[in-house]
């Protein structure tokens, strides 16, 4: 995870009332997990899922299992749900966000981060630089026209077991964060993560 993004994740959950217990979806052992937050840690407990579980890590723990399917939790079990980079690799991410939804306690905190694609042209690629916005509008002129006329940037494929989307800003808002309340969506970095919170009603 980019120190950017877990940044913005310790920053959301510092701000906000979080109650436990907490679940990450797609938890990995080790720094990169949100587990480890300081804003979660007198929080608990904390669990983690993840198609490859089983792991006991410092003050929670990873099970095996696909959050297609979280038969294995109650109803609003959790008080706090986060997950990072992983709805990218769900193949039927829509019954995950279900699942996520399910399982949220009334009242419960989501927070959820993935990659995405944000405008297109010369912009999306260089920003308000100059230097290098001059320089790609000039390799725009040549075969490389359509590129930097109509793409945008978008985080390469990373495989983990697959990688199947790219999210816009308001998919995350209007798809992810659909009957949740006080939304708020903030893009870090280029290309964009969006990273999306809510309260369950």
Known sequence: MHPAVYRVFEEICCQADLNGPV?????????DSLLRLDALRPIGPRIGLNLDGG?????????????????RFADGRFGTVL???????????????AEIRRVTAPGGFIAIGVPGYAGMGVESFAG?????????????RGPLRDVFQAGTPT?????????????SEQAVRE??????????????????????WGWKP
């Open 23 to 31: 679940l990450e979806i797609g938890a990995v052992p080790g720094p």
């Open 55 to 71: 792991h006991a890590c410092d003050g929670y723990e990873i099970i095996q299992g696909n959050a297609n399917d979280m038969s």
């Open 83 to 97: 997950s990072n980079a992983t709805l990218e690799h769900d193949p039927q991410f829509w019954k995950t966000l």
């Open 128 to 140: 308000r630089w100059r230097p290098l916005n001059w320089l790609l509008r000039l390799c725009g």
């Open 155 to 167: 985080l390469g494929v990373h495989n983990y077991p697959g990688d199947y989307y790219r999210f």
């Open 175 to 196: 798809v992810f964060m659909a009957g949740l309340a006080d939304v708020s969506v903030r893009a870090v970095l280029n290309p964009p993560r969006f990273i999306a």
